[in-house]
């Protein structure tokens, strides 16, 4: 997200987080996380799944007897369902759900089904705070966020530029 976009985002959004919240309270930073990684999974299932059905119904002598064969690609093929519709949810909370920094606190918040989940730490109660990414994460641009409150932890997963969202948090932490 650029200086730009957070801006007016900043702007768009900080009358209505005022209306809801504190006076106090000021949206520093509103972002959203990044499907990238979702639905690069939910590709390699697709493919990898249709792929070995595909094989096993073209060779039905390749488990050893036709019968075999059959069963073994209902079972692949009902995994990839399965780990499909589990993909295709994942992505429809990432595109539902909404990272908030204030002044104040952190929050996520996603709403799936007409049911609202919200969770959040103050700064004034935040133990820790760390930024994880691996090569692939660094390479497509995204991570995790993870903040200990003591009572449980709180991760932003898949953020969009999380260095800057990172910096953002540790700022308003100090």
């Not at 949206?27 to 249709?50: F, G, H, Q």
């Not at 780990?83 to 909404?98: A, D, H, P, Q, S």
């Not at 004034?124 to 991570?143: A, V």
């Amino acid at each position: 997200m650029s200086q730009q976009d957070q801006q007016t985002s900043n702007e768009s959004n900080q009358s209505t987080t005022t209306g809801q919240s504190d006076d106090h309270e000021k949206v520093i930073l509103e972002t959203n996380p990044t499907t990238k990684p979702t639905l690069i999974r939910l590709a390699v299932v697709l493919l990898l799944s249709l792929g070995v059905v595909g094989y096993l119904q073209l060779n039905p002598e390749a488990l050893g007897s036709p019968d075999i064969t059959n069963t073994a690609a209902l079972v692949v093929l009902l995994l990839g369902l399965v780990l499909t519709v589990r993909f295709l949810v994942r992505t429809i909370i990432l595109v539902r759900t909404t990272y908030t920094v204030t002044s104040s606190r952190v929050e996520q918040e996603y709403e799936l089904l007409f049911r609202t989940h919200s969770k959040g730490i103050r700064f004034d109660k935040l133990r820790s705070h760390e930024l994880n990414q691996n090569r692939i994460q660094s390479t497509l641009g995204y991570g995790t966020i993870s903040m200990n409150r003591g009572l449980g932890p709180l991760r932003l997963e898949n953020v969009d530029e999380p260095e800057a969202v990172y910096e953002t948090i540790r700022t308003c932490a100090k």
